[in-house]
């Protein structure tokens, strides 16, 4: 079986008296959608949080490609490969999807030297308008960002964190406040990157996570109660009693 490409263990965020990650384990393979499922308040946020480099755990170990992470800041994260996306806007309203992506995109080695500025942000929009067309934003190259339906800039910040060419992408809740159809072309969209980069996904719609995830853990009061295939998870006992019974009946097709 393939390395892990994040491994997670044993972490612990306390905030006062209250143990909002406790002893969280899991991991996720290169190439894997990983969902994290659980209800509110169960402590997803405050995990990715910590994986992103938001918070920093009071106990365990974050590993990302072998590497011990856990002290290090987000830029260096990001840097690594580790970034999050959504749940944080960081779109710029005021300028255009082109112009939003071209900043995202790192500046590469030759960018310092006296003529090669130019060339340098020629191969930058390059790079933008590349991305752009594949979170499926191609015609809309220079729309201001601000202009965009909510499902578009979501896709735009999927795009903003593409440009920084990810290894493993942290999702927080891409499909909030999104309508069937773009719901619809998110999943698509997450299903047409699963080749390229890892990635673990927070999402309350059930219908996707199950479409996406290769795996899923299940967190409840702050520990992972379960981690398996969708099937495994579907069937499980405890899942089932602490969170699914009622998302399952409310709808999730099998
Ligand atoms: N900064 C904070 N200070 C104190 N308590 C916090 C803080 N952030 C989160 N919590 C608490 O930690 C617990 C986990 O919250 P968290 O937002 O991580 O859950 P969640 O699973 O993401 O919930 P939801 O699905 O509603 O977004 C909750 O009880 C929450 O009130």
Do not use: C
Request: aromatic share 4%; no cysteine.
């Amino acid at each position: 079986m393939t390395a892990p490409l994040l491994q997670v263990q044993g972490l612990v965020k306390r905030f006062g008296g209250l143990t909002a990650t406790d002893q969280a384990t899991l991991d996720v393979r290169p190439g894997e959608i990983h969902a994290l499922i659980g209800p509110n308040g169960a402590g997803k946020t405050t995990l990715i949080q910590q994986l992103s480099g938001v918070l920093a755990p009071d106990a365990g170990q974050i590993r990302f490609a072998g590497d011990d992470i856990t002290a290090l800041p987000m830029s260096q994260r990001v840097r690594r490969g580790l970034v999050r996306s959504f749940q944080i806007t960081s779109i710029f309203r005021r300028l255009s999807v082109l112009d939003n992506l071209a900043l995202a995109v790192p500046a590469g080695p030759g960018s310092g030297g006296f003529w090669r500025p130019a060339r340098a942000e020629r191969a930058r929009y390059e790079a933008a308008a590349a991305v752009a067309e594949r979170v499926g934003l191609g015609a809309q190259l220079h729309r201001l960002a601000g202009e965009l339906a909510h499902g578009e800039q979501r896709q735009l910040e999927l795009g903003l964190a593409l440009a920084t060419r990810p290894r493993l992408l942290l999702l927080d809740e891409p499909m909030a406040g999104m309508g069937a159809d773009e719901s619809e072309r998110m999943v698509a969209l997450l299903q047409s990157l699963r080749a390229e980069l890892g990635m673990l996904l927070v999402e309350h719609d059930m219908d996707a996570v199950f479409r996406l995830a290769d795996r899923i853990s299940t967190l409840v009061a702050g520990r992972v109660i379960a981690s398996g295939t969708p099937q495994q998870i579907r069937e499980h006992p405890e899942v089932r009693r602490a969170y699914l019974g009622d998302e399952l009946e409310s709808g999730v097709s099998s």
